[in-house]
């Protein structure tokens, strides 16, 4: 919560300086803050600033309580009294920007927060300053602020968000290092699986080296085999298979791929990947694969996924020289240069097969011809064998 963000060590000086204002509310207001009633503490800094309204520390300290309240819309208004009463002081620009962060004033807030001087706060308080301008995506900035945050804190939440922050502006490597370290800090945390899962498989499409894509998937299958026992839904499951098959691993995707269909028989999903899996080059069990692709047919429902189907279906029947279901798959899937692809080999595959009747044709009647000529040469005058 952007409430908790706030540091109390910007506010010590203020503290320290109760005795030489000799003021009840101000010292029945620093009382209530340090018991944590911060209820009361507002209260009494309130009567503070109704006699001293030109002291930027009694709209501090007063703003400070709002926030912790939850009043951040009426923070903000003491908060900018004591900015214009002391410009510049980095004590007073962090819990304003926060303020108006938490008031939904975003621009409002990163005008504040990035005239910070980073160099006036102490080290705990720059995390806080990054993280606030993270939240508020600061000109682009929030990256560059988690990296700082991940950092600082060295936790495998922190990498996570930088990670997941980079993945998100396009960042692929940047973000798949960040994960990298995420999951080495912290190997047991799902949604950290989850994010470096998808961070690898945006690396694997994203490259066309074939090397560099291999490793990334091969990587996404370790990645998604941890998450899927911290967590063996059928989605995580299914993200093992997934990144199986972007491995050619595709004998032990169909094995993941069986478990998958056992948890959720409804979904195409599974059974469209165990069709792909099946129709690999190094399995080839292309009859085998004919009967999951029906099923997920069955099961779609979206007329894109309908067509991946289709488009698998027509490949395999295809190879199957079944040329008459795979053109109609083709088309289904609207995919009408494949089709016309079949029919031409098709047209082929029967040129082949007259060919190959007339050759045998011709073959036999050759073997005939031969038998017969052997018959008439043996029953000639004189061929037979000596008198005795």
């Known amino acids: 919560m952007l409430k908790k963000c706030t540091s109390w060590m910007l506010l010590l000086g203020l503290l320290s300086v109760s005795a030489a204002f000799a003021d009840e509310d101000w010292d029945a207001g620093v009382a209530a803050m340090k018991a944590k ?16 309204p030109d002291a930027y520390q009694g709209h501090l300290m007063l703003g400070n309580m709002l926030l912790r309240t939850d009043q951040a819309s009426k923070a903000v208004g003491h908060l900018q009294k004591a900015n214009e009463l002391k410009s510049g002081d980095a004590s007073i620009q962090l819990p304003l920007g926060q303020a108006l962060l938490m008031s939904g004033k975003v621009n409002d807030a990163c005008g504040v927060l990035s005239r910070v001087s980073e160099g006036s706060l102490p080290e705990a308080n720059k995390t806080v300053l990054y993280q606030l301008r993270a939240k508020a995506n600061c000109g682009g900035g929030s990256i560059n602020d988690l990296k700082k945050i991940a950092e600082a804190k060295n936790d495998g939440v922190s990498w996570a968000a930088y990670g997941v922050a980079a993945l998100n502006d396009g960042q692929v490597g940047t973000a798949v290092t960040a994960l990298d370290k995420a999951v080495q800090l912290d190997p047991n945390d799902p949604k950290i699986r989850k994010s470096h899962y998808a961070a690898l498989l945006s690396q694997a499409l994203s490259t066309s080296n074939d090397s560099a894509k291999a490793s990334a998937y091969r990587k996404a299958v370790g990645t998604a085999e941890k998450l899927a026992q911290l967590d063996p839904s059928f989605d995580n499951v299914l993200k093992v298979a997934e990144a199986k098959i972007g491995a050619k691993q595709y004998s032990e995707a169909i094995t993941t791929l069986n478990r998958a269909v056992g948890m959720k028989g409804n979904d195409w999903l599974p059974h469209f990947y165990l069709g792909q899996a099946k129709s690999s080059a190094s399995v080839a069990d292309y009859q085998g694969a004919v009967a999951p692709l029906d099923k997920a047919l069955t099961l779609a429902r979206s007329a894109e996924d309908k067509k991946k189907i289709n488009n698998q279906l027509g490949f395999v029947h295809a190879k199957l020289k079944n040329f008459d279901q795979a053109i109609a798959a083709y088309n289904a899937a609207g995919n009408s240069n494949a089709a016309a692809n079949v029919r031409e080999n098709q047209q082929i595959a029967a040129e082949n097969l007259e060919a190959e009747r007339h050759n045998a044709e011709i073959a036999r009647l050759e073997a005939e011809k031969k038998r017969l000529q052997e ?4 029953s000639a005058p004189g061929s037979g064998p000596p008198p005795f």
Do not use: H, I, P
């Open 37 to 52: 009633k911060y209820g009361d503490a507002a209260a009494a800094f309130a009567r503070y600033v109704d006699k001293v």
């Open 375 to 378: 018959e008439m040469e043996n």
